[in-house]
């Protein structure tokens, strides 16, 4: 039996018709009609979890491994806020979370009565469409919020945020069955053989052209730009930018000397990351690159085979030096055990020094949550992924980014298909990188929050299998241990370094591989 109440039985049965299939519930009672019915349906799933701000980046991570909607929903009050930073990352991905918020009745909004406050436009331009449903009382009322609900619905590639008042009483369910419920659909934009063909020529015969997939992988462009310089050869007259962040400060102001950008991406929008665009394609970026490397394939272009050849040599030079343990060797250690890895895996590194690690090393697709680039839910964000898929699913994260998101592990529904490898230093080492914040006193105990924590604790109460590393020998057995353990829950590594090893140990590479004086972490 399903809930009375219309306007969630008319959301229910659209998301039904829309495809949508998995749901993160947190608890509260204003929303328990909505979990109720969520529950009820049979074909869609819930993931239960408490706190609000790990649930969105958990439906976040499910909705990058299922490549569809997620719902994550919330009760009233500030419950909803507590999505935000989720959102805001999931507009910038251009993941597709749908956000439904119980409400109270709008009459009681700001009367001081209990978990009342403004939600229709609380998560502000970082969801695509906003939509508060009436409670309907007649076929017009109906039919209204069938059509916010399908307008809503029809939204791709984007956040969106579904607010729901309800009226007391709250918990009659006696509803036999889903309405039959009008569904709108929407064709999307796609790139036509014209315009494919079109973007291919503009590519091949530009003189200096450059092909910019963005994320999920930028490998060795930092090291690259680097070298380069000021080397005019090296300059790019067109580059073809098929969405996704770009990591590397350097190399976002290094292809703004290009002479223009054509960027290709699903939802039309304008993404200036260079300042120098002249296009948008609406369409499957994909599909352009895999034509243009067809046609590079039949007819290879100098520009291109110049810039290949420098990749080429910065992979040689980054394979063959040996950092001294460190973070940087904990990275180098787990990605040559990727790297014959033959059975199916994803991985997730968090934000800030991780990820710039994985740009030297990694040789494969990443996922990060560089939308907007926080350090929250990287670790809820790979757990949420791992819910809804059997292969292994790798976090590399840092200390502050776990600590501050060690909710992640706090969830019933994870399995030991997830793998852990935390590198703490005991503070946020890339504060050591910033030029003239060492003048500071204040910069290690209140810039870069120094602390003294393990996850040991964390990981026992969570029944997450344990490992630590506080040396090579034990780093490099941690590692395999991470690899192969057989674990029917999470298994960590956690790497013990010190924020002066992890600095020397990056400023060597860059020193003795490519002349550089300072640390190239701040790009």
């Not at 054509?262 to 665009?277: A, I, K, R």
Request: aromatic share 8%; charged share 20%; hydrophobic share 40%.
């Amino acid at each position: 039996m399903y809930s009375n109440k219309e306007n969630v039985n008319i959301l229910t049965a659209l998301l039904v018709a829309h495809g949508i299939r998995h749901a993160v519930v947190c608890p509260g009672s204003r929303n328990a009609p909505i979990v109720h019915n969520l529950n009820e349906c049979p074909d869609i799933r819930c993931y239960p979890v408490t706190d609000e701000r790990s649930a969105g980046f958990y439906a976040l991570g499910m909705s990058q491994a299922l490549h569809a909607p997620v719902v994550v929903c919330v009760t009233s009050g500030t419950a909803l806020l507590n999505l935000a930073p989720a959102v805001a990352e999931a507009y910038y991905q251009h993941i597709p979370l749908v956000v439904v918020s119980a409400d109270r009745p709008r009459q009681w909004i700001d009367q001081l009565d209990g978990q009342t406050l403004p939600q229709p436009d609380a998560l502000g331009r970082f969801v695509r469409k906003a939509v508060a449903l009436p409670e309907p009382h007649d076929d017009e009322s109906r039919w209204y919020c069938n059509r916010l609900v399908n307008e809503a619905l029809m939204v791709r590639h984007a956040p969106v945020h579904i607010n729901i008042p309800i009226t007391e009483p709250l918990f009659h369910f006696t509803v036999a069955a889903l309405p039959q419920e009008r569904k709108i659909e929407c064709l999307p934009a796609d790139i036509q053989p014209t315009t494919l063909a079109h973007l291919g020529r503009m590519f091949m015969q530009s003189k200096r052209p450059m092909l910019i997939t963005g994320q999920p992988l930028n490998p060795h462009l930092d090291e690259a730009v680097l070298l380069v310089q000021d080397d005019e050869r090296y300059v790019p007259d067109f580059v073809l930018y098929i969405g996704g962040s770009i990591v590397s400060k350097r190399l976002k102001h290094f292809l703004r000397k290009a002479k223009e950008t054509w960027v290709v991406n699903e939802t039309g929008e304008v993404n200036d990351t260079f300042m120098n665009l002249t296009h948008v394609v609406q369409g499957d970026g994909e599909v352009v690159a895999d034509h243009v490397r067809f046609l590079l394939e039949d007819q290879p272009h100098p520009f291109v085979q110049l810039w290949d050849q420098l990749i080429r040599r910065i992979h040689v030079q980054a394979a063959a030096y040996e950092p001294v343990y460190s973070q940087m060797a904990a990275v180098r250690c787990f990605e040559s055990h990727l790297s014959v890895l033959s059975s199916q895996f994803s991985v997730h590194y968090a934000n800030s020094s991780a990820i710039r690690l994985a740009n030297i090393y990694a040789q494969h697709t990443v996922f990060c949550n560089r939308g907007v680039n926080g350090i929250e839910g990287s670790l809820s964000t790979a757990a949420g992924f791992s819910c809804v898929t059997d292969d292994r699913v790798y976090c590399v994260v840092g200390d502050l980014s776990f600590f501050y998101d060690q909710n992640a592990l706090w969830n019933q529904n994870l399995r030991g298909n997830l793998r852990i490898l935390l590198l703490n230093n005991g503070k946020g080492g890339i504060f050591n990188m910033l030029p003239g914040l060492e003048q500071s006193p204040a910069r290690d105990k209140f810039v870069a929050a120094e602390h003294h924590t393990s996850a040991e604790g964390i990981c026992q109460q969570n029944h997450v299998a344990y490992l630590k590393a506080t040396n090579m020998e034990e780093m490099q057995q941690g590692i395999a241990a991470l690899f192969h353990q057989e674990s029917d829950r999470p298994v960590l590594l956690e790497v013990f370094t010190s924020p002066a090893d992890d600095q020397t140990a990056l400023q060597t590479y860059y020193q003795f591989a490519y002349g550089c004086k300072d640390t190239c972490l701040k790009g």
